[in-house]
């Protein structure tokens, strides 16, 4: 199988980097490429209209790529997942925020 695209070449790395590891390890992993692929995310949202349907969609394009990370890594939907990988997305979105803010400077 060969990637199509950048997205699919991040997610047969990270289920090759969660091979055989503890589950600790793999959200770890998973919360990793949660952050990496907010940024650019984060970076577009921060020179929409807030609340306009082009920073909807940079917000929340994001969602379905999170959820293949984690069926990938087959972390499944476990509740206690929920708070890291959460405050990875997050924290990559306003990374990628305050890079275009320096950006502009």
């Known amino acids: 199988?060969?990637?199509?695209?950048?997205?699919?070449?991040?997610?047969?790395?990270?289920?090759?980097?969660?091979?055989?590891?503890?589950?600790?390890s793999r959200l770890l992993v998973?919360?990793?490429?949660?952050?990496?692929?907010?940024?650019?995310?984060?970076?577009?949202?921060?020179g929409v209209r807030k609340l306009s349907a082009r920073w909807f969609v940079a917000v929340h394009a994001p969602v379905p790529l999170v959820v293949a990370m984690r069926s990938a890594a087959g972390l499944g939907f476990k509740l206690a997942t929920f708070p890291i990988l959460v405050?990875?997305?997050?924290?990559?979105?306003?990374?990628g925020g305050k890079l275009r803010g320096l950006r502009g400077r």
């Open 30 to 46: 998973v919360a990793l490429g949660v952050f990496v692929v907010n940024v650019p995310f984060g970076f577009w949202r921060a």
């Open 1 to 24: 199988m060969f990637p199509r695209c950048a997205t699919d070449s991040l997610i047969l790395r990270i289920t090759a980097l969660s091979v055989g590891r503890s589950p600790m």
């Open 87 to 95: 405050g990875a997305y997050f924290a990559g979105q306003f990374t």
